[in-house]
């Protein structure tokens, strides 16, 4: 048998292996004689835009808000003052130990209503922002306390103070070693927003459970749903990857 | 230089890694050497002389001058001192160059090209200006070692404080590492050295600090340390260092 160069390979790995993924898909269709209705179902595509756009969006705010949420927690949990420390440490397992779907309901019908704000998305994007935050914010503590004592020392020991220390040394380093955790949660934040539909935020799921209903379909919903997040979160972790790889200098 | 400690005293929680440790060298000390015993304080008197760690009681004096205890001067004096540190201790996410040049530039406020000029002429003159874009990692220990060397010389300091630097390195790359510290010693540089490297500091040194226990047993000449130290500890040190070379 001939040698296949090396540049070859890995492409034809990956056909092969989709071939066999959709051959096992049309056996198990096969089998079960499911009856598509895709001209029903393709009637809700605006519908079914609109949810994804919408997705897109609230992900991409309470990403950027998760993350500021996930630094400022993270600090608290590394502060000096006491109570602070405590209520950081408090929050953090709160938020984390609990089902997102219960804050987002308390969050909302009783926090919310009680202090008159009736937007479901502006209050679905914070409660999304607070509850990743807390996950990243144990990311962010783990990889700025994996810097070494002796790295500090040497900071240190060139003159740095402690603003330049962490300007220059400990959040560079930090950034390479939270990168993996944070792609991963940042993932996870686009899943999780479907939740965001218990509150009444018309997000990609509920457009499609709309549709479902609508056209008395449930795969040719479901499919392209499940399409729809993998668009987005494939180039998500492909990118992540690739921001690893530049930032690799640890051997 | 007259570098002097008086009751230095320093704790890790329940160990005392200097216990009341006084010195005071001549008035024209130019190379110091600490030698004792591992785990005897060298390390720690190291710092406390760089100003890197604070004595919780005692002072040290230079050239008659008390170190300064307040944060903002004591940090200050540490940007005099250039430091080496057995684990080499370079930035591991720069480049050996940028290594030099970020210290210049943000710490003693040098501009772009005149912090790069100078960081390539320090690794020029220790044989690295080949490697000056490598980042730590790919570079042997040896290197490392040279390069922490120039981080520390690249501002000039007053004094160079090396600790125990050739101690994780194998005999090629300890030749290497003493080769610079000789000539630096021998243009003038002056030197605070904690070292086993005892037929070394014969050489280079010409001051001796022994410490065992976390207190300052010698302090004298090396010459009259080495050819006959006064006690008991210091005899058993060297002959123990000297049984197999």
Known sequence: ?251 | MKLEGHRLTKSYGAFRALDAASFSTGDEARVVALLGPSGGGKSTLLRVLGGLLLPESGEVRLDGEALPHEPAAALATLRCNGFVFQGYNLFAHLSLQENIALPLREVHGLAVVEAEARACELLERLGLVDHRHKRPAELSGGQQQRGAIARALAPRPRLLLLDEPTSALDPVMTGEVLDVVRELAEQGQQIVLATHEISFARRVADWVVFLAGGRVLESCEAPAFFQAPATAAAREYLGGLSKYR
């Open chain 1, 1 to 251: 048998m001939p040698r296949i160069p090396s540049s070859f390979r890995r492409p034809l790995w990956i056909l092969l292996l989709l071939g066999a993924l959709s051959f096992a898909l049309y056996a198990v269709f096969a089998r079960v004689h499911y009856a598509w209705n895709w001209q029903r179902a393709w009637q809700y595509r605006e519908q079914f835009v609109q949810g994804w756009l919408l997705t897109l969006g609230l992900s991409l705010a309470a990403m950027a808000l998760s993350v500021l949420v996930g630094f400022a927690l993270m600090l608290g949990r590394r502060a000096r003052a006491e109570p602070l420390r405590l209520l950081c440490t408090g929050t953090v397992e709160l938020l984390r130990g609990s089902p997102l779907l219960v804050q987002l309901l308390v969050g909302y019908y009783i926090l919310a209503t009680a202090v008159e704000i009736h937007s479901p998305l502006l209050v679905g994007i914070v409660l999304l922002a607070c509850f990743e935050g807390a996950y990243l914010a144990e990311i962010f503590r783990g990889a700025i306390e994996s810097i070494s004592a002796s790295q500090m020392e040497a900071a240190r020991a060139v003159g740095f103070d402690r603003w330049q220390t962490y300007r220059f040394v400990v959040l560079p380093q930090a950034v390479r070693r939270a990168l993996p955790g944070t792609t991963g949660q940042l993932v996870s934040l686009i899943k999780d927003s479907s939740l965001l539909s218990v509150i009444g935020v018309e997000e990609l799921v509920q457009k499609v459970r709309i549709l479902n209903s609508g056209s008395y379909t449930s795969l040719e919903g479901y499919l392209p749903l499940a399409a729809a997040y993998l668009v987005v979160t494939l180039p998500l972790s492909w990118y992540a990857r690739r921001l690893e790889r530049r930032f690799a200098y640890e051997t």
